[in-house]
């Protein structure tokens, strides 16, 4: 099997294109082997590059541990990326099908190449019940992005250790979103290991933590569900962008410095959060395939 070696921002995944080759019979296992940075090719996790009836290409994720997810912010920048270089869809900007919806995309083309690219990232979902947690709303902030539905905004998350003050939002996948005054390994490797798995998010839930730096900039990192802590995570910067406003912390635009680089947000106001990042191609290689991942 023929696989790409990509990532935005640090947040890295192995790409199959499936317009050349059949779709693996077994993504989940394949994502657990492939995704093993000892044994396999090391990564967050599997893309598959699929054809869609919807728009150009479809994307399929599925994190390390073999679970499939909604979509990436990072990884759909990488998927337009090798759409565009690999001359599947040569327009500069496209659609790609995700299990969030289909989302738009602007690249940013040099030399024939796409270097970074714009994702319309769609709506932020803020209702409890479509996150989804268990976690009581807040009726006492006035905003009128919560005007019809009070949200999770700055409310208490007990835990084992201490308790979090948290905001949730969906990106098309969970979020669940701390500031805190500074960033240390203790609140992403412990405390974001406890999130994730937390009873109150029936599906798991990725764990943001950021560092306020002004209103227009922030420094964060993520415990995602099914991968760790990875360098980079697109609808976490997403989610945080939102919870900044709604938490009245940050601006509506702002640059997130993540381990792996920066991204830049904008909650527009026609309620749509648009993610800039990079996105790289690192190396092809031939995975070969035992019997049953084929």
């Known amino acids: 099997m023929q696989f790409t070696k990509m990532h935005g921002a640090g947040n890295d995944y192995v790409y199959v294109d499936c317009f050349r080759q059949p779709v693996p019979k077994n993504p989940s296992q394949l994502a657990r082997k492939i995704s093993d940075r000892h044994f396999g090719v090391g990564a967050d996790g599997l893309i598959l590059i699929v054809p869609s009836e919807r728009a150009a290409v479809r994307m399929r994720m599925f994190n390390a541990d073999g679970s499939e997810a909604e979509m990436c912010g990072n990884g759909v920048r990488c998927v337009a990326k090798y759409v565009y270089d690999h001359g599947i869809c040569r327009r500069p900007a496209l659609t ?9 995309l602007e690249l940013d083309v040099a030399a024939g190449r796409v270097i970074r690219a714009r994702v319309d990232m769609g709506e932020p979902i803020l209702q409890p019940e479509r996150i989804p947690t268990t976690l ?4 006492l902030v006035d905003h009128p992005a919560v005007a019809d539905h009070p949200a999770v905004i700055d409310v208490d998350l007990p835990l084992r250790d201490e308790t979090l003050r948290v905001t949730c939002v969906s990106m098309g996948n969970p979020h669940c979103v701390t500031f805190v005054d500074r960033l240390t390994d203790r609140w992403v490797l412990q405390i974001g290991r406890q999130v994730e798995c937390d009873a109150r998010f029936p599906n798991r839930v990725n764990a943001e933590f950021v560092e306020v730096l002004s209103p227009a900039e922030v420094r964060m990192r993520v415990w995602e569900r099914g991968s760790g802590e990875t360098l980079a995570c697109g609808t976490g910067a997403c ?7 709604l938490a009245e912390r940050t601006a509506r635009k702002i640059l997130a410095h993540l381990p792996g680089g920066d991204l ?7 309620n749509h959060v648009y993610l800039t990042g990079p996105a790289v191609e690192v190396f092809t290689g031939e995975w070969p395939q035992p019997q049953g991942e084929s």
């Open 239 to 245: 989610a945080v962008c939102v919870a900044g406003v």
């Open 96 to 104: 790609i099908e995700t299990g969030a919806g289909v989302l738009g």
């Open 264 to 270: 830049e947000l904008h909650w527009a106001d026609d």
């Open 136 to 139: 009581p709303v807040n009726p």
